[in-house]
């Protein structure tokens, strides 16, 4: 079979010592990233992208993937134990896992989301060897039109999953689409919104956006409230979930790796998304939806499954069509372009080593990442014993470096700094970033294929609806959009009765 | 504040940075929110910060060729 060719093919790549270096050296820094609050896998991939320059790109996009998915890894040790994010796809382990811990069932909370995030990132991959293929055979058939309403269906899927205040998510999903307008225009050539200003020449980056939202402004909230920084002192001993646990969260796993795989997939989606969503739905099915948010097991393995999934998945559109999906993989796509590499339907057969080696390189870094994670544990924890004091003067050093090397411009590093401010506030008012950043990014893709595809059809906008392919995704996004005001109106009318 | 003073002074960071270059202000940076944000001994900050700036400028400068903006201090080749 073609696949299992491939796949050989994949291996012979990957299994090259130097390969092998990079892949192992990624999800390292991957998981010491996802590991530190304040330093994200965007931060983290901008500024080794230089050290790239001079390796293969198939060794570049290794080792840039496995900080991605390494980073997932790491995140959910800082938030089981200290209750810090280290970055915004664990969020929501910190609800239960932090439960867990103070429980003093830290370890089989460590282990069971290691081990989901194990087998969600291998299912992931396999998809992805499986899919690829196809779906850049599909996207052979994609116009601007396509790309436009696959598109509003990730807008559509970002505003039915928010949790909390659905107004409110509206409400940053609006300013993303505001903020994404500033900037040039990519067909008329015009400056928008930009007042001179010559950071925002490129619009509002994306990445210090993205640094100083969850980074920075965690650091101040940080600074406000002297919580102790006291990691759980309870040893962690016993990595490895009981049976019982396992039996509990089984189902959590493999509802958050599918979920977090088709949202990963969706532009806009992600992981941040899928582990929030996969959190609603676990709490939605559990039959103890009270135990949640202190110290159920499905909380821990549902979003972190989901999370491994979704970083996974997020590879199928840039890898088949050239669509970056997030932050990462928008960056992922400029390092391509660095190394005259075309992304795109095109990838497949004109490198065939980067798309095969990136994905079996997977199979190997998730590998590698379950044996890192869990006896490397007492190491992480003591990267975190350091004491706070020393150690956000040293995240904030980062996020600096780390803003300013994006295009060693010190405007981006104000701009970043502006949406700390802005992300601290968010946080006191309990607004949700997520909307507002994925807008961000949509937005000014989705203004491009809506006035292209104009453009091609001459205005005639009934384009959008004689094109079967996307009249079925809109037909997705106005069923997304129908299904709650149903549901509430019947639960409404049982109510009346 | 706490916050109102990193901010102030991260925002200068970011004003000076060109101007002044990357050794120069981080090291400043540093001293500052040890010494003044964080009350530590004037030892202990400078001794830290010089140990961080160092390292960050290895990491950076030399391990992963980053170009850091040197500021006027140019002529002492960094």
Not at chain 1, 142 to 162: A, C, D, H, K, N
Not at chain 1, 193 to 217: N, R
Not at chain 1, 419 to 432: E, P, S
Request: hydrophobic share 55%; charged share 10%.
């Amino acid at each position: 079979m073609d696949v299992i060719q491939n796949v050989i093919f994949g291996f012979q790549v990957v299994l090259q010592p130097i390969n092998l270096f990079y892949c192992f050296f990624g999800v390292l820094v991957g998981t010491l990233v996802g590991v530190l609050p304040g330093l994200g896998p965007p931060a983290a991939i901008a500024m080794l992208l230089p050290s790239t320059f001079h390796t293969t790109p198939v060794s570049a996009v290794i080792m840039l993937a496995g900080i991605y998915y390494g980073a997932m890894y790491g995140g959910s040790t800082t938030s089981i134990l200290v209750n810090i994010p280290g970055e915004a796809a664990s969020v929501v382990t910190c609800l239960d896992g932090y439960q867990m811990a103070r429980k003093g069932r830290a370890g089989p909370a460590l282990g069971i989301a290691a081990f989901g995030s194990f087998i969600a990132g291998t299912f992931a991959v396999i998809a992805l060897t499986l899919l690829g293929p196809l779906l850049a055979t599909l996207a052979f058939r994609f116009g601007p039109q396509e790309y436009f309403s696959m598109m509003i269906v990730g807008i559509t899927v970002l505003t039915y999953l928010s949790s909390g205040s659905m107004i409110k998510s509206l409400m940053m999903a609006a300013v993303g689409l505001i903020l994404g307008g500033v900037g040039m225009d990519g067909i008329s050539g015009k400056y928008r919104f930009t007042h001179g200003i010559q950071v925002l020449a490129d619009g509002v980056g994306l990445v210090p956006a993205v640094m100083g939202l969850f980074g920075i402004s965690e650091v101040l909230l940080n600074l406000e409230a002297k919580i102790d920084r006291d990691i759980l002192a309870t040893r962690i001993k016993n990595l490895f979930p009981t049976l019982r646990d396992w039996a509990d969260s089984i189902w959590a796993i493999i509802r958050g790796t599918v979920l977090g795989f088709f949202l990963g997939i969706i532009p806009g989606g992600g992981a941040i998304i899928a582990s929030f969503v996969s959190y609603a739905i676990e709490k939605k099915v559990s039959k103890h939806p009270e135990e949640f948010g202190k110290g159920a097991i499905q909380g821990v393995a549902g979003p972190e499954s989901a999370n491994n999934a979704a970083a996974g998945g997020a590879f199928i559109p840039l890898l088949t069509l050239g669509i970056p999906s997030n932050a990462v993989m928008a960056i992922l796509l400029g390092a391509l372009m660095i190394h005259g590499l075309q992304p795109g339907p095109l990838l497949m057969s004109n490198a065939p080593d980067v798309f095969w080696g990136t994905i079996v390189s997977m199979y190997i870094g998730n590998a590698m990442l379950l044996v890192l994670n869990l006896p490397l544990i007492p190491l992480w924890v003591k990267v975190l014993k350091v004491p706070y004091s020393l150690l956000y003067p040293l995240i904030i050093l980062f996020c600096l470096i780390g803003a300013y090397s994006i295009g060693n411009n010190a405007g981006d590093v104000i701009v970043m700094l502006i949406f700390g401010i802005l992300g601290y506030l968010m946080k006191k008012f309990r607004y949700d970033g997520a909307p507002m950043i994925l807008a961000l990014v949509l937005g000014p893709m989705l203004e491009e294929s809506f006035r292209q595809s104009l453009l091609s059809s001459r205005g005639d906008f009934s384009t959008f609806i004689t094109r079967p392919i996307s009249l079925g995704l809109l037909i997705v996004a106005v069923m997304l959009l129908i299904i709650p005001i149903i549901t509430k109106r019947k639960r409404l009318s049982t109510l009346e009765e | 504040m706490k916050i109102i003073l990193v901010l102030i002074s991260v925002f200068l960071y970011a004003i000076f940075l060109e101007k002044l270059g990357f050794m120069l202000l981080t090291l400043l940076l540093l001293i500052f929110l040890l010494l003044f944000i964080e009350k530590k001994s004037w030892l202990y900050a400078t001794l830290a910060s010089i140990a961080m700036s160092a390292g960050a400028y290895l990491i950076f400068e030399i391990w992963l060729k980053s170009q850091l903006p040197k500021g006027f201090l140019e002529f002492l080749r960094f």
